[in-house]
């Protein structure tokens, strides 16, 4: 490791975040593939523990499947909007070898058309519904706007994607509902906060009803979708013939829904949670919770060490994720190292601590205490726990701070140079493309959900008229 060189201030933070995932090895950009990174273990790890939440999460009432990743190019092309929306970004395998392939074949860019021909011939009665299926894949995407490690991917290499089958619209919606439940309950136990819209009409997942878009506000102001739940209403059922025979021996068109999270997640965990000296994980999801620094500077040496294995073992057995470090290096240097790879709590011990019976605690954030060698398991706990509450507290206080009531266009301008504007608007295309023009910004939509309950409709910033209240953000 290069100590000469340093990490970037967060606040530049495209510079940050891309000097940061290789020195605290999460992404690997020189992959000669544009739009396709390659994982680190330890950001892998970090990945491994972020979606083994999610993954329990979607195990509590879905069941997890594996798809194909090749679609055949009939089936890719029954549905006419979705086609429209994707035929642009897909890659298509042409050839076996020298051959080519009678049938052309789809890298996925999502699942749909992989999935629901199968449907079709698993869904018979209405005993079948509703079905509600998952998988982690990659899929690909030929993107053409400017692509960046976990944010804008070729390759998305962690794509959760659940589809799910339904008698009626209005289930698919209570599906529609509890999907954004599960997203909300995912992104708070990586405490990062979200804001909720349904997008507007002419940004809607092609193939859809309505999407309604999970996003968050990165450090310099711009949004990041980090889910999308779609209400895919009888689109796909009737092009792909998904029916079902009702309870009275008639037969039914289903409803569906999908919704899918990416590494986009794990971008937003970083860049929420950083600071100038680099990662800070949350506990839940950190590789090593607890890094354990044996100052063995001077005499007792041994004791020191053999102290700190103890202590390690103890935690391990306990559960925690812990590594003692023995490294032959200046505690300093360790220090740089760890806090760089956002461990949450450190423990010297050093000779002095081994006399009065204690151990320091060092969090992430700086907060130095003592704690007894005889209580560490419990305290260990709490400091962890006290650490994922403050987290969510700070990012929480940043969101809403990026997150301004606006009047005008005016304003709504200066607040988009490091921030989100919330506006009123009557819903009409015109009146958005002209906010979009003034600002050099996106109609996010409306918001849903919102805790702005006293004022939920006004009058548009444009034309005047009655308006619901909508996010306008700059995207990534
Ligand atoms: N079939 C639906 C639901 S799974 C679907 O494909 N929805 S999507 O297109 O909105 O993608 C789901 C989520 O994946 C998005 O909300 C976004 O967070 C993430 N995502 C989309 N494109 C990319 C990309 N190129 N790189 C990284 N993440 C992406
Ligand atoms: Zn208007």
Not at 143 to 169: D, G, M, Y
Not at 355 to 371: H, P
Request: with cysteine.
């Amino acid at each position: 490791m290069d100590e000469e060189s340093t990490l970037p201030n967060k606040s530049d933070f495209s510079g940050w975040y891309n000097d940061l995932l290789w020195r605290a090895e999460i992404m690997d950009v020189r992959y000669p593939v544009k739009g396709l990174y390659v994982w680190y273990p330890f950001g892998f790890a970090l990945r491994k523990n972020t979606y083994a939440i999610l993954r329990e999460i979607m195990d509590r009432d879905h069941q997890e499947t594996l798809f194909p990743l090749l679609i055949p190019e009939p089936e890719f092309m029954k549905e006419a909007e979705h086609i429209k929306g994707f035929e642009e970004e897909v890659y298509w395998v042409t050839h076996g070898g020298t051959t080519p392939l009678d049938v052309p074949l789809a890298l996925r860019p999502t699942s749909e058309t992989a999935i629901y021909p199968m449907y079709a011939l698993w869904i018979r009665s209405h005993a079948d519904l509703p079905l509600r299926l998952y998988q982690i894949v990659n899929t690909f995407r030929y993107e053409t706007k400017h692509t960046r490690p976990l944010i804008r991917l070729r390759e998305i290499t962690s794509f959760k994607e659940a589809h799910t089958v339904h008698a009626t619209w209005e289930d698919a919606e209570n599906q529609v509902r509890e999907a954004v439940r599960l997203y909300r309950e995912f992104y708070d136990r990586l405490s990062i906060p979200v804001i909720l819209s349904r997008r507007p009409e002419w940004d809607k997942f092609p193939g859809a009803d309505y999407t309604l878009a999970v996003d968050t506000i990165m450090p310099d102001g711009r949004t990041l979708q980090i889910g999308t739940v779609h209400h895919l209403g009888d689109h796909f059922s009737k092009t792909f013939g998904i029916t079902y025979e009702d309870a009275g021996g008639n037969q039914q068109c289903a409803f569906q829904t999908c919704y899918g999270i990416s590494e986009r997640s794990i971008a937003a965990l970083i860049s929420i949670h950083g600071d100038d000296r680099g990662l800070v994980l949350p506990p839940v999801v950190a590789p090593v919770q607890v890094v354990i620094v044996p100052i063995t500077i001077g005499k007792r040496k041994d004791d020191v060490a053999a102290a700190a294995k103890k202590l390690e073992s103890e935690l391990k057995g306990a559960g925690f994720r812990v590594k003692s470090d023995d490294r032959a290096l200046r505690p300093g240097a360790k220090y740089y190292y760890w806090e760089l790879r956002g461990v949450p709590l450190r423990l010297e011990i050093g000779p002095r601590d081994l006399d009065a019976g204690v151990v320091t605690v060092v969090t992430r954030l700086g907060e130095k205490s003592t704690i007894p060698l005889a209580t560490c398991i419990h305290d260990v706990g709490l400091a962890l726990d006290r650490l994922s509450q403050v987290l969510m507290a700070h990012a929480g206080e940043s969101l809403q701070k990026k997150l301004v009531m606006c009047q005008d266009i005016l304003a709504a301008r200066e607040v988009l140079d490091h921030g989100v504007a919330l506006i009123h608007w009557c819903g009409n295309r015109e009146c958005a493309d002209e906010m979009e023009k003034a600002t050099d910004a996106s109609v996010l939509g409306t918001r849903v959900d919102s805790p702005y309950t006293t004022r939920t409709t006004g009058p548009c910033i444009v034309c005047g008229k009655e308006g619901e209240l909508t996010l306008v953000g700059r995207s990534y």
